[in-house]
């Protein structure tokens, strides 16, 4: 890890109910000594730092508070969750342009405090914004990555724990694709503590396999949509989606996660970042972890990143 960079640091940028659960599950996994909060709103982000620096007392000690990007430069992680909600029937695409019109605001103050840690992008459409920090930022490829479908996977296997009655973290499965309407469930990757999904189904008792996994990969790409039909926003789930993220960075665990990053010939798809597998450490994205796809699987990939390709071709860069 480079020198200028303190790995107990993390700042997030944006506090609204994202980053504000964001900051508030990191202060409680004792990962970081020093987090710092920035908004648009400088007060809406000192009331975030000192509501959640009231909790330290119960964590263990670390400084929580409101800063600018002078103080974001010797962080291991900036989290940028800042821009627009989602609102009801409004896809994550449609944010496309609001939120890339703020991202042109904050990226180029962040390259300026000669920032030298992870950037991760949590703000939605994530790939697409994920595409544009990389370009508008300069940094190297591995050091911008966005959070891509670590959530949906989480959703997937809870959903999946749940109708085959088995602990989620036995379950190895993947959301691949875009984070959003034209993302894929790897299924013939699928498998249950190394027995094929199928193979494990019938074990269960469960037989009408093809149509349940419809199902359920179905809830899981709605289940946001849901959410924000109900409360407005989401944002408990993609906290702790972040925190996994983190851990792998700032421990260098090298774990295997779908992040979104820019892919280099994976499947055919050249310079536009989605989510697949990919080795994550303190120096961000080591690797891309070939997984294998059938061939319906690698026609719906190819659709999804055409999707997304459609949709940088409006942006500019």
């Not at 480079?2 to 504000?20: E, H, L, Y």
């Not at 190394?194 to 349940?212: Q, T």
């Not at 990919?278 to 999707?307: D, F, M, Q, R």
Request: aromatic content about 6%; some cysteine.
């Amino acid at each position: 890890m480079d020198k200028q960079i303190n790995p107990r640091k993390a700042a997030v940028i944006g506090c609204g109910f994202v980053g504000s659960a964001i900051a508030f599950t990191l202060m409680q996994s004792r990962l970081f000594s020093e987090i710092v909060l920035l908004d648009a709103d400088f007060d809406k982000a000192d009331g975030e730092a000192m509501d959640i620096a009231h909790g330290v007392p119960f964590a263990g000690q670390m400084k929580v508070y409101a800063g600018g990007y002078e103080h974001m430069a010797d962080a291991a992680v900036i989290i940028l969750t800042a821009g627009a909600n989602q609102k009801p029937n409004e896809t994550r695409l449609d944010l496309v342009h609001k939120n890339t019109a703020i991202l042109k605001n904050i990226i180029p103050e962040i390259v300026k405090c000669d920032f030298k840690g992870i950037l991760l992008i949590v703000s939605n459409p994530v790939d697409i914004l994920t595409y544009a920090a990389v370009k508008l930022s300069g940094f190297s490829e591995n050091r911008v990555i966005g959070s891509g479908t670590v959530l949906d996977t989480a959703r997937l296997k809870y959903a999946l724990s749940e109708y085959l009655a088995v602990d989620s973290r036995s379950i190895h499965s993947f959301i691949i694709g875009e984070h959003g309407d034209s993302e894929i469930a790897a299924w013939s990757s699928t498998n249950v503590s190394g027995i094929p999904l199928d193979d494990f189904c019938e074990m269960r008792g469960h037989f009408n396999h093809a149509e349940a996994m419809r199902q359920i990969a179905e809830n899981v790409k709605n289940s946001a949509y849901e959410i924000i039909a109900k409360k407005h926003a989401t944002y408990y789930g993609i906290a702790m989606a972040v925190r996994r993220i983190c851990e792998c960075i700032v421990r260098d665990e090298k774990s295997i996660l779908p992040i979104s990053s820019i892919q280099h010939g994976n499947y055919g798809i050249h310079e536009i970042a989605l989510s697949m597998p990919a080795i994550v450490g303190v120096n961000g994205v080591e690797t891309h972890v070939p997984i294998s796809l059938n061939a319906e699987e690698t026609k719906s990939l190819l659709y999804s990143a055409e999707t997304l390709e459609n949709m940088i071709q409006e942006l500019d860069l």
